[in-house]
Every structure is written in structure tokens, then in C-alpha cells.
């Protein structure tokens, strides 16, 4: 089972892989290099989250409809070579766009949903065969797994691609791109080598359990304190993963780093993350978990606020401490906020309300990209400042995390009945990574 766990491991690797150069260096290059509007970058790094209700058609439709006795890979294989694509394109539709922006944004919609598709379509797939490959008591470790070795790619990916665009030029970027999907590619094909068993007939395919958006929003909204966490869930994470977009720039338009320079921001973000899910697993058992989850959200909240005094007083190294904060608080606040959703779960409803965790997820990334686009641009219009815009984002969401870190303090666990075995804090990080 190892090497299978691996494999689906190279497979999530490959992947997110895919995510970082749009998601870091191409979002900064197109703000802040080509002046491109945030609020259009926002909504094209968004298609991902855009697409994400297909995720419960593409699961269904792959059940069913094996291509040569192969359930998932096939699939997986598709979203692969889209997202491959997506990247390769990427930077050149970029370009395009400001030298010919409606040829351009027509260009840039297709390689963007491209991604976005592909992104939709490899990660229900994988996810699901993940979840067939691995006996139930082994779930959790798999995708640990997987989540691990996924978060220590998005680290690499991020140091060899700031290396790979010093100095910046645009062959450079495009060549780096090249690179990355070359990579992904090689290492998604790896994974999937004689990983998944052939099968002869659709019933034997394990039933999923898959829900409607209508039925998760009914059991949210059927009990008040469960509404009330779910509230909590969707600023917090809004506020949390909303930055992705504009950290980057902000740091080019704050302290003129270089496409280099800002690339590397991922890199720590994701290691300070690492480390915080280490704390929470020291911490699992001996601390409560609204304390762990409390902590996690004053620190991203302390995380914001620094990142705002670091633009005040264009001070490189506390906008430093203001990422680290953030990633410290991102990586307890995530976890230490899924283990309390089990408290939020009924008898026969888990996989509904983790559904539910996933919803919340990908409406929180969605809505807080396009906030802090729109913000951005409206106050920079406004002020003419374009260090401005950011800085009223970030006050924003340091706001809405403590607005959220009060719902906190107000939310009764114990009101909600709790009829499920706790899970191990392997499967709680697990189920954070999905």
C-alpha cells in the first residue's frame, strides 16, 4: 500500500504544481508588471472554485462509465493534461492581454478555464480513488499523505521557480512555466502507472456519497448553532485564503521586490503552515480546540495587521513577520477549525457535512478573491495610491477575523448533539487537504 499511497501522492503533487506559478507569480506579473485590472486576476484564478459544483457530476459520471475497465484514470488523466495546458498558456495569454486586451481576455478565458476544469475534473478523481484504493482505517493516512507531499511540492515549486525567473524577463517566465508543466506532467504520469486495477462491470464500483448543495445547505440551516459555525467558517476562510491573490503584489508594489523575490513569499507561507500543523498535533488531547482554533485566528488576525503596519512604514522584514504570523495562524486555524465541525456532525451524516466543509471551502476562496480584487481596484481608483487598495484589503480582513474569533467565543458546542466517534488527528488533517 505504500507505494500506491505514494503514487496517488505524485498524482496531487502534479497537480498542485499546476496551482503555484498562476497562483503566485503570474497573478503578481499581471497586477503589478502589466497593470492589469486585480478584480479581473481574481475572477481567472477563481474558475477553479467557478467550476467546482461539476466536481459532484464528474464523481457520478466516472462511476458509471468506465474507459477500458479504468474508472478514475482516464479522468484523471484529462484534468492532468488540462491543467498542463493551462499553465503553458497561461503566461502568454498574460502578455497577449496587454497588448490586445479583448483578444486577449477571450484567450485568457479559455487557458484559464482550461486549468479550472482540469483542476476540477483530476481532483474529484483522484480524491475517489484515493478513497478506493485505501481500506477505511487507512483513509486518513493516505490522504496525509498525499496533503503532505503536496505542501512540500508547493515549497519547491516556489523556490525553483524564483530561481528559474532571476532576473525576470518575460521569455524567462514563459520558459519557467514550461518547466513546471513539463514536471507535473512526468511526475502525474509516474503516479499513475499501474496504480489503479482494472475492473469489468460499472456495479462494482463502491457507492459515494454524494450530496447536492440544496442538502447541505439544509443541514446547515436546520440547526441555529450549526448556522451559526458555518457563518464563522465562511468569514473566517474568506478572510484567511482570500489574500492569495494580492499578497504577491503587494509585496512588489510595497517594497519593489522582484518577481524573484515575491515567488519566495509562497514558499515560507507554506512552511510556517507546516510547522503550525505539527503545533496542532502536539497540542491534539491537551489543549481545548476552541483554544487551538482561538489562537490559530488571533494569529492570522495578528498576521493581517502586521502586513499593514509592514506597508505603513515599508518595512520588509515586519511585512516577513506579518507572513510567518499569517501562515502560523492559516495552519492551526485550519485544522483546529475541522476538528470542532465534527462536533457540528449527526448520526449518518458525516460525509454530508464534510461536503459541507468543502462547499464552505471553495464559496469562502471564491468570495474572498473577488472582494479583495474589487477593493483593491475601486479604492486605488479612488485614491490614486496603489498601495492604498491593499492596504484597505487587508484591514478589511483582519476585520472579518475578528468578527469571526468573537462568533467563536459565542458558539455552544455542547448545545449540538455530537454523535460521532472523534476522528484521529491524521484524519483531521486529511480532511483539511480535500
Given at each position: 500500500?505504500?507505494?500506491?499511497r505514494?503514487?496517488?501522492?505524485?498524482?496531487h503533487?502534479?497537480v498542485?504544481?499546476?496551482?503555484?506559478?498562476?497562483?503566485?507569480?503570474?497573478n503578481r506579473?499581471?497586477?503589478?508588471?502589466?497593470?492589469?485590472?486585480?478584480?479581473?486576476?481574481?475572477?481567472?484564478?477563481?474558475?477553479?472554485?467557478?467550476?467546482a459544483?461539476?466536481?459532484?457530476?464528474?464523481?457520478?459520471?466516472?462511476?458509471?462509465?468506465?474507459?477500458?475497465?479504468?474508472?478514475?484514470t482516464p479522468y484523471?488523466?484529462a484534468g492532468?493534461?488540462?491543467?498542463?495546458?493551462g499553465?503553458i498558456?497561461?503566461?502568454q495569454?498574460?502578455?497577449?492581454?496587454?497588448?490586445?486586451?479583448s483578444?486577449?481576455?477571450l484567450?485568457?478565458?479559455?487557458?484559464?478555464?482550461?486549468w479550472?476544469?482540469?483542476y476540477?475534473?483530476s481532483?474529484?478523481?483522484?480524491?475517489?480513488?484515493?478513497?478506493?484504493?485505501?481500506a477505511?482505517?487507512?483513509?486518513g493516512?493516505?490522504i496525509?499523505?498525499?496533503w503532505?507531499?503536496?505542501i512540500?511540492s508547493?515549497?519547491?515549486?516556489?523556490?525553483?521557480?524564483?530561481r528559474?525567473?532571476?532576473?525576470?524577463?518575460?521569455?524567462?517566465?514563459i520558459r519557467?512555466?514550461?518547466y513546471v508543466?513539463?514536471s507535473?506532467?512526468t511526475?502525474g504520469?509516474?503516479?499513475?502507472i499501474?496504480?489503479e486495477?482494472r475492473s469489468?462491470?460499472?456495479?462494482?464500483?463502491?457507492r459515494?456519497?454524494n450530496?447536492?448543495?440544496k442538502?447541505?445547505?439544509?443541514?446547515?440551516?436546520a440547526?441555529?448553532?450549526?448556522?451559526?459555525f458555518?457563518?464563522?467558517?465562511?468569514?473566517?476562510?474568506?478572510a484567511i485564503?482570500?489574500?492569495?491573490?494580492?499578497l504577491?503584489?503587494?509585496?512588489?508594489?510595497?517594497f519593489?521586490?522582484?518577481?524573484?523575490?515575491?515567488t519566495?513569499?509562497t514558499?515560507l507561507w507554506g512552511?510556517?503552515?507546516l510547522?503550525?500543523?505539527l503545533?496542532?498535533?502536539?497540542?491534539?488531547?491537551?489543549?481545548?480546540?476552541?483554544t487551538?482554533?482561538?489562537?490559530g485566528?488571533?494569529g492570522?488576525?495578528?498576521?493581517?495587521?502586521?502586513i499593514?503596519?509592514?506597508?505603513?512604514?515599508r518595512s520588509?522584514?515586519i511585512?516577513y513577520?506579518?507572513?510567518?504570523?499569517l501562515g502560523?495562524?492559516t495552519g492551526?486555524?485550519?485544522?483546529?477549525n475541522?476538528?470542532?465541525?465534527?462536533?457540528?456532525?449527526?448520526?449518518g451524516?458525516v460525509g454530508?457535512?464534510?461536503?459541507a466543509?468543502g462547499?464552505?471551502?471553495?464559496?469562502?476562496?471564491l468570495?474572498?478573491s473577488i472582494l479583495?480584487g474589487?477593493?483593491?481596484?475601486v479604492v486605488n481608483?479612488a485614491?490614486?495610491q496603489?498601495l492604498?487598495?491593499?492596504?484597505?484589503?487587508f484591514?478589511i480582513e483582519a476585520?472579518m477575523?475578528l468578527?469571526?474569533?468573537?462568533?467563536?467565543?459565542?458558539?455552544?458546542?455542547q448545545?449540538f448533539t455530537?454523535g460521532?466517534?472523534?476522528?484521529?488527528?491524521?484524519?483531521?488533517?486529511?480532511?483539511a487537504?480535500?
Open positions: 500500500m505504500f507505494l500506491k505514494f503514487q496517488l501522492g505524485l498524482i503533487v502534479a498542485a504544481m499546476t496551482l503555484v506559478p498562476i497562483n503566485s507569480t503570474l506579473v499581471m497586477i503589478k508588471e502589466l497593470s492589469l485590472s486585480a478584480t479581473l486576476v481574481a475572477l481567472l484564478a477563481s474558475l477553479p472554485y467557478l467550476f459544483p461539476i466536481q459532484v457530476a464528474i464523481g457520478s459520471y466516472s462511476d458509471r462509465h468506465p474507459i477500458f475497465g479504468l474508472r478514475r484523471i488523466l492532468l493534461i488540462l491543467c498542463v495546458l499553465v498558456v497561461s503566461p495569454v498574460a502578455y497577449l492581454m496587454a497588448e490586445n486586451f483578444l486577449g481576455l484567450a485568457g478565458i479559455f487557458a484559464f478555464g482550461l479550472g476544469m482540469g476540477n475534473l481532483a474529484v478523481s483522484y480524491l475517489s480513488l484515493a478513497t478506493e484504493l485505501s477505511e482505517n487507512e483513509r493516512k493516505t496525509a499523505t498525499m503532505f507531499m503536496m512540500v508547493i515549497i519547491a515549486t516556489a523556490i525553483g521557480l524564483s528559474m525567473v532571476d532576473p525576470y524577463t518575460p521569455e524567462a517566465l519557467a512555466f514550461g508543466a513539463a507535473a506532467l511526475l504520469l509516474l503516479g499513475l499501474k496504480l486495477p469489468n462491470s460499472a456495479a462494482e464500483s463502491p459515494s456519497e450530496y447536492s448543495y442538502q447541505m445547505s439544509a443541514a446547515i440551516t440547526n441555529p448553532v450549526a448556522r451559526t458555518f457563518i464563522y467558517l465562511l468569514l473566517l476562510l474568506a485564503l482570500g489574500q492569495d491573490v494580492l504577491e503584489p503587494f509585496g512588489a508594489e510595497a519593489n521586490m522582484t518577481v524573484t523575490q515575491t519566495r513569499i514558499s512552511t510556517f503552515v510547522v503550525a500543523i503545533i496542532a498535533g502536539l497540542l491534539e488531547g491537551r489543549v481545548v480546540k476552541k487551538v482554533a482561538q489562537f485566528n488571533i492570522a488576525l495578528a498576521g493581517f495587521v502586521v499593514v503596519a509592514s506597508g505603513v512604514t520588509t522584514n511585512f513577520i506579518g507572513v510567518t504570523l502560523l495562524g492551526l486555524s485550519t485544522v483546529a475541522l476538528s470542532l465541525m465534527f462536533d457540528f456532525t449527526m448520526p451524516m454530508l457535512y464534510i461536503g466543509w462547499f464552505s471551502n471553495a464559496l469562502s476562496r468570495t474572498g479583495g474589487v477593493v483593491r481596484d481608483q485614491t490614486g496603489a492604498s487598495g491593499y492596504l484597505v484589503v484591514v476585520m477575523l468578527v469571526a474569533a468573537i462568533m467563536l467565543t459565542r458558539i455552544d458546542i448545545k455530537n460521532v466517534k472523534e476522528p484521529s488527528f491524521v484524519e483531521k488533517v486529511a480532511l487537504a480535500e
